[in-house]
Structure formats: C-alpha cells, structure tokens
C-alpha cells in the first residue's frame, strides 16, 4: 500500500499538469525534451521512476523502509554538486531576463563587499562558464558557449550565495 501511495505522489500530479503517454507499464509524464528512467524492485514490486528537466509538479517527499523518495525540480543531491559547503544560502539578488539571449542582469539591493563570482552549471552539475567581477551592485553577465537549454546559475559574494535555474534560448 506504502509503495502504491509514493507511485501515486509521484506520477499523479504529472498526469494532471503535464504530457502524458500511456504504455502498459507506464505512464510517462514530462513538460520537457530530456529525463532518465530507471526501475527499482521494493517489496517485489517493479518500479519505474522517470523524471524530467523543467517537469511542472509540486516539490515534495515521500519516505518508506528508511527509504526517502524525492520530486521536484532541484534534488538535494544535485544541490550538494553546486553549493559551497557552510556558506549560506541567503544571498538577496534578482537575474533577469528569464530566459536570456546573450546577457542577463544581476542586481544587488546592496554593494558587495567583496567580488562577485558567477559560476554557469549544466544539468549534470559541471561548470560551464565562470567569471569574477569587481564590487558592484549591477552586474552585466556574457556568458559565452552556452547552447540553449537550462542552466543553474550560482552568484558567491560577501560569504554567501545563491542559486537559479535559468533558461539560455537562441
């Protein structure tokens, strides 16, 4: 029953907001071009599990047997890739335009204390693109190479940072 309330936490809200295809085994729900699949045996149940990139549905948890399932767009593990162990994350700043073309913007309601660092992640954690700049409360970011797609975006100043996912189009 446990196992059937997690499929259901999982796989309903993406019927109800996203794409769906049906198969007999599955049904695959994404708001996106990219995902993985995988299959699990709990309790002697074949499970499949598909996320997406950009899926619409509520962040969430479930845990059952000591096991802790996730859904939601940022995980906690990919988190872990990015973030600077024991800098805080409460770092005040708005990037914008969302999506970009070739630039974006980065203001400050403050100037930084120190320089801004700007660190580009690709959907598997690796960094793509980074640059330092000097003390300033507006920021104009160029970053360069970037195919369209989404990206994480993390801004590191005055020991703190933060982090958002930004769309790159043509």
């Known amino acids: 029953m446990r196992i059937a309330s997690i499929i259901s936490f999982l796989i309903i809200p993406l019927m ?3 794409q769906g295809e049906k198969s007999e085994n ?4 994404t708001t996106a071009q990219s995902g993985a699949s995988s299959e699990l045996i709990i309790g002697g149940h074949k499970v499949i599990i598909h996320s997406t990139i950009g899926q619409a549905g509520p962040v969430g948890h479930a845990s059952v047997n000591g096991m802790r399932v996730f859904q939601g767009f ?18 005040e700043a708005s990037i914008f335009p969302n999506p970009f073309i070739d630039q974006l913007q980065l203001n400050f309601d403050f100037l930084p204390e120190t320089d801004v660092l700007v660190s580009v992640y690709d959907v598997s954690g690796t960094v793509v693109w980074s640059n330092t700049y000097g003390s300033s409360n507006v ?4 970053p360069s190479n970037l195919s369209s797609g989404y990206y994480f975006f993390k801004i590191e100043c005055d020991n703190m940072q933060r ?6 189009n043509k």
């Open 16 to 18: 109800v907001v996203s």
């Open 139 to 142: 920021i104009t970011i160029e």
């Open 26 to 29: 599955f049904l695959r729900g």
């Open 74 to 91: 940022i995980q906690p593990s990919f988190l872990h890739k990015i973030l600077t162990p024991e800098t805080p994350t409460i770092l």
């Open 163 to 168: 982090v958002e996912k930004i769309l790159k």
